[in-house]
């Protein structure tokens, strides 16, 4: 039985970087701008506090790592001509931080992290990924796995330079973080109002698939604003009418009052899928991929295949397969 | 059949005219031709001469005027605009937009509030145009206008990064496929045609918004290397005047106004209160320029700037910038002093992002003369504060009412007013 998400001892954290750890596993996207990045170490446990780190080559920063075994490793999203000083912007990934303890809706009760959990930001992480494709048009999309989640990097060219308001439009697209309007006028001059669910394409649709996913994930103790326990009963009792998407049917059966409130809670539950302020900051810093979350005692790591990756076999280092 | 130009004034067609008719020396000699037009526009009122334009040079001053009325408080009879929606006036009107434009942008900052109002009243004239043509008329002048400012009717969303940047339309509100925005409708069928008709018609006028501010800037530039023709000076400082007149703050408000007073700090929300006392490395930056800023300057000197919504300058409450200088810019000060560590410390820039924030550009401190040069930026929303400062944001019962801190402030205010506190003790004032 492997004894996982135990936090890492300082002797665990030198073997690791001497033994296991390999510049050949931190990714391309990085490994070919180290040093236009910036660094940030936490080496006891309270966080990133050594920052503005600077390595002018791989060389340095294998030395620097062997050496130090820190509790944490993180490197910027950011590109910059003087790094040392965060001077000098040049781009920034886009990036969005799924991470499992912090799932809005989580039926697993759990108090940390579970293999429950972490399959479900795997599905979140999917969802996010096939809307930026297929809607977005976006590319060279990386996913790491951070130890508690996961982390969705975007390099497309189109995103690199775009200013924190348009990652914050784009993050509310892919998560369906707005309640969508959708009217028209009609020919005799009216308006008519459609919901989301009448609209099979854009962003009506991510909302719809978005809210699909909530509803059916809510554990029922969720709070949302305006709606009772005894209408949170009612919701969950008519929910498989969304697995068969006949959310007309479900909207008739809970009353549409009720569904604009619970279309409200839903926009706002979509918005905690992902951390928003780690999206829009241009300047964040992100646990480096291959270095060791000490915390969880697993290892950030690079998915190449989401489907196939399991992070409780594809991320335990080999001093928890030791002691097990 | 009616022109794109009538919408679209950066169609070659439009181009290709102001070229043809718009001699700069000849703007402000009457046209009878004009004047016909306007005669015989239906509905359009004729009674008092003054109020019809004679000359290119009245017809640019009325587009604007048209738009301050519109939105003013003060009394707006359309009847004396009518002329500005008839088709017929479309080739003089095409050459006031082109006068108006170049003489805004040869004087003013592309930031300051005329360049502002010129770009709002533009995009209002578009919508309401659009809004009363004929479905068939409007389906063929925005076809040819997508084609011509996108390209064609399904143009990559990343083609939209200025209006989506100035939150003039949100992603959500656009229907994507492989990256591409649909605004083709004969794509499209059933109530899904309707939904891309509807995003056609709000997108449109953003789009002449966005070439507006785009050829702004591209004159204010050429400005700075050539001389502008003294016409158009003279007639930047007329729209000045005009835009003054409108802005003029009365000594004594009216009922129900909100009106500036001295600060009252019991009036803070919970996130101010958080963020005077002091915020920690991380945070620092954006609580103290992105929120208290705005939060104080707006509080202390145009706390109605929700209800109005007008796009006033500090100087228009405060002339000699006595109360900006000597009031709010030490409390921003003193706030940032608080933080861990001093923000000025390792920040000393942050002077002048405050400095802009206030609508005066990037200087240490703001001076009458660099007015204009930045907006003058409210508080962040409390749906950003939750976002970017989720520690600053302990919210109270009031809180759950409201969207941004500056409506909390107003509301408390006239909360404490009604339970009889008449005026703000003088220990409330300054802690």
Redesign the interface.
């Given at each position: 039985m492997i004894r996982i998400f135990q936090e890492a001892t300082p002797e665990d954290r030198r073997k690791y970087y001497t033994r296991e750890w390999k510049i050949e596993n931190i990714p391309d996207f990085i490994r070919e701008n180290i040093h236009l990045r910036e660094f940030g170490f936490d080496h006891t446990g309270q966080g990133p506090n050594d920052r503005y780190r600077f390595f002018h080559d791989e060389k340095l920063l294998i030395k620097f790592l062997r050496y130090r075994a820190p509790y944490a490793a993180y490197s910027s999203v950011a590109l910059y001509k003087r790094p040392w000083r965060r001077e000098g912007w040049i781009s920034s990934e886009l990036v969005f931080d799924v991470d499992a303890k912090d799932l809005p809706v989580r039926p697993c009760k759990c108090d940390n992290v579970c293999e429950e959990c972490l399959d479900q930001a795997k599905e979140v992480v999917a969802m996010i990924i096939d809307t930026l494709r297929d809607d977005l048009d976006l590319d060279d999309i990386h996913i790491i796995y951070s130890g508690r989640g996961y982390h969705i990097r975007v390099l497309d060219p189109l995103i690199l330079e775009l200013g924190s308001e348009v990652r914050g439009q784009i993050l509310r697209y892919v998560v369906g973080g707005d309640v969508p309007k959708l009217s028209y006028v009609g020919l005799d001059g009216s308006i008519r109002s459609l919901d989301h669910f009448m609209v099979d394409m854009g962003y009506p649709r991510v909302f719809t698939e978005r809210g699909r996913y909530i509803i059916l994930h809510f554990s029922g103790d969720e709070k949302i604003e305006d709606i009772t326990r005894q209408t949170m009963k009612k919701i969950l009792e008519s929910r498989d009418l969304i697995r068969s998407d006949d959310w007309g049917e479900f909207k008739g059966v809970i009353g549409p009052i009720v569904y604009e409130r619970l279309m409200r809670g839903v926009a706002k539950l979509n918005l905690q899928l992902v951390d928003a302020r780690v999206t829009i900051d241009l300047k964040r810093i992100l646990r480096l991929p291959s270095s060791l979350h000490s915390k969880v005692s697993m290892i950030c790591t690079h998915v190449k295949n989401l489907e196939t990756f399991n992070p409780l076999r594809d991320a335990v280092p080999g001093f928890v397969k030791e002691k097990s | 059949m009616m022109s794109t130009i009538f919408i679209n004034p950066f169609s070659q067609e439009a181009k290709e005219r102001v070229k043809a008719i718009g001699d700069i020396n000849r703007i402000m000699e009457d046209d009878p031709r004009l004047f016909r037009i306007i005669e015989h526009t239906s509905g359009q009122k004729l009674d008092d001469d003054s109020k019809i334009p004679g000359s290119l040079w009245e017809l640019s001053i009325k587009r604007i005027e048209w738009y301050l009325k519109k939105r003013g408080r003060g009394k707006y009879n359309p009847g004396y605009y009518r002329f500005l929606f008839n088709p017929e006036l479309a080739e003089f009107d095409v050459v006031a937009f082109y006068i108006l434009a170049q003489a805004i942008g040869a004087r003013f900052n592309p930031n300051s509030r005329e360049t502002r109002i010129f770009i709002e009243s533009e995009g209002e004239l578009v919508k309401e145009r659009l809004s009363t043509m004929e479905n068939h008329l409007k389906e063929r002048i925005s076809t040819s206008i997508l084609e011509e400012l996108l390209d064609g009717e399904t143009p990559?969303?990343?083609q939209l990064?200025k209006l989506?940047?100035n939150?003039r339309i949100?992603?959500?509100?656009?229907?994507?496929?492989?990256?591409?925005v649909?605004l083709d409708k004969e794509s499209q069928q059933g109530?899904?045609r309707?939904?891309i008709?509807?995003l056609r018609e709000k997108i449109i006028p953003y789009l002449i918004i966005q070439e507006t501010e785009k050829y702004i800037n591209k004159v204010h530039k050429m400005a700075a290397k050539i001389e502008p023709h003294p016409t158009l000076l003279e007639l930047a400082d007329k729209i000045r005047e005009k835009i003054s007149q409108q802005f003029f703050i009365p000594k004594k408000a009216g009922a129900g106004t909100i009106r500036a007073s001295r600060l009252d700090f019991d009036a803070f929300p919970p996130c101010i209160k958080n963020t005077m006392a002091g915020v920690k490395a991380g945070n620092r930056n954006d609580a103290i320029v992105l929120l208290l800023t705005g939060f104080l300057s707006y509080a202390r000197l145009y706390p109605a700037v929700f209800k109005d919504r007008k796009p006033h300058k500090v100087s228009d409450f405060d002339p000699n910038l006595d109360v900006t200088l000597n009031e709010i810019l030490p409390l921003i000060y003193e706030a940032a002093d608080n933080c861990e560590p001093p923000l000025f410390q390792d920040d000393p820039q942050e002077k002048f992002n405050i400095t802009a924030k206030l609508g005066f550009g990037l200087h240490e401190t703001p001076s009458l003369e660099h007015e204009g040069e930045s907006k003058w930026y409210t508080p962040m929303s409390c749906e950003k504060i939750k976002?970017?400062l989720?520690s600053l944001c302990k919210p109270d019962k009031l809180c759950e009412k409201i969207q941004n801190p500056l409506t909390y402030y107003n509301r408390k205010r006239w909360e404490k007013k009604g339970k009889g506190d008449k005026d703000i003790p003088r220990s409330n004032t300054r802690r």
């Open positions: - | 990559h969303w990343s990064e989506l940047e939150r949100k992603l959500t509100e656009l229907i994507l496929k492989n990256g591409k649909i109530r899904n309707h939904i008709e509807a976002i970017h989720p």
